[in-house]
């Protein structure tokens, strides 16, 4: 009985059609002061919002999960903040946005550090040989600090690269890419499960 399932959500419309709308956990990590808490805020304001998504009760979700309607298809992302300096244990989401500021090496060392744990993490719990990486998206928040930059582009791309991530810069205070970091993660989200289908 998906009603029992809290990774699909059973919904009924006006017009008595039941939809259901896949649940993915998606992991928010990142030093404290990276702007994880401002990047949800601008996720409540996506303009890629749900269909049955009555915008009104959103603000104050407490729950922080966001509906987005992607190539006709709603999803909800549940964002789960993790705002934490160190990974300790090993946690299991659909996908990991990995946050630091641009303005803050420490904060990129530490981001770095965290896709290292999680691909370690996906070692350990995969028996048989990974075909697909679970989705990390490595995000330079602050892109509006332009004067204050330290950590540049190249250096960052080139990480991620190196550790099979997408990348991506954005600002939460001025809105900008934020939108596209939640359709790409749910992109990525959607990839990764046709694999894993197949
Ligand atoms: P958290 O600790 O990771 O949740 O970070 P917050 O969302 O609380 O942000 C920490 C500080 O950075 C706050 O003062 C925010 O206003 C600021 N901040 C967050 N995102 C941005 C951004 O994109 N640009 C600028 N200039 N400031 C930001």
Redesign the pocket.
Known sequence: DDDDNPLVERIQTEDGRVHDIHVYQVYLL??????????IRQFKTTEYRGIYDYSSSVEDDPDNTVSIMLDGVESRLHII?M?IDHLKSSVAGDAYVV?YSITDRHSFQTALQFIKSIRDNELVYNQSPIKRHVPIILVG?????VRKRSVTKEAARHAAFKNECKFIE?????NDKVDDLLAGTLKQIRINEQFRNE
């Open positions: 990142g030093m404290s002061g990276t702007g994880k808490c401002s990047l903040n705002d946050v928040n602050k892109s509006d600090l954005t600002s939460a205070a001025i």
